[in-house]
Structures are given as C-alpha cells and as structure tokens.
C-alpha cells in the first residue's frame, strides 16, 4: 500500500528554522522522485524543490534558494526540507509527492501525495 507522509510542521518565529520530513511506504526512493510543494491562503498550490530518484535537486522556486535544501535517507525512506531564515511569507501548508525517477516540475506528473503539514511563521 502506497503512503506518503509529511510531518514536522509547526509554528517558529521569523528568522527561525524548521525540519519537514515525507516518510514514503510502498514503493523506493529508488525509483521515484519526491517534491515538495506549499500552498498558502487564497494561493495556488506552488513547487519548491525536488530530489530526483538519483539524487540532484531540483528548486521550483527562487524565493527558498540559499534557505531552503531538500535530501533523502535512502535506508529510511524518507526525504526531508530543510527550512532556515523562515519569513512569514513562507507560511503555507507544505505538501510532499511522488513522481516516477525525475522531477518533471509538472504538478499533474506526480502520482501520490501526503496530507500536507502545516508551516506557520510570525512573531
């Protein structure tokens, strides 16, 4: 059974730093690309950055280049965002996805998706 699931959202301050990680079951990192994706309040659901089956990074955004990283532990199956100097225009709810071997930056090539986690930044 194919699951996908992100965790690790919260609410940190301004400037702070915050982990979100996309646990996957039912299939391997080997084999499909994962990308992340945010979706603010009355906003379109947008790309932020993907890690390839092979491993090479992919950002979908320029807001998150030199803060946001994205990287994967194979043996756990599970792909993580690394988010630093957050900005309030960073809240939204963070999704994660799977689409087979490279990130194709399509939204409708993705296969499966989590829930979503919810990533709040204020003061």
């Known amino acids: 059974q194919v699951q996908v699931v992100e965790s690790g959202g919260g609410l940190v301050q301004p400037g702070g730093s915050l982990r979100l990680s996309c646990s996957v079951t039912g299939f391997t990192l080997n084999s499909y690309a994962i990308g992340w994706f945010r979706q603010a309040p009355g906003k379109e659901r947008e790309g932020v950055l993907c890690i390839s089956s092979i491993g090479d990074t992919t950002y979908y955004t320029d807001s998150v280049k030199g803060r946001f990283t994205i990287s994967r532990d194979k043996a756990k199956n599970t792909v993580y965002l690394q988010m630093t100097s957050l900005k309030p225009e960073d809240t939204a709810v963070y999704y994660c996805?799977?689409?087979?071997?490279?990130?194709?930056?399509?939204?409708?090539?993705?296969?499966?998706w989590g829930q979503g986690t919810q990533v709040d930044v204020s003061s």
């Open positions: 996805a799977a689409e087979q071997l490279s990130c194709s930056g399509s939204y409708y090539a993705y296969d499966y």
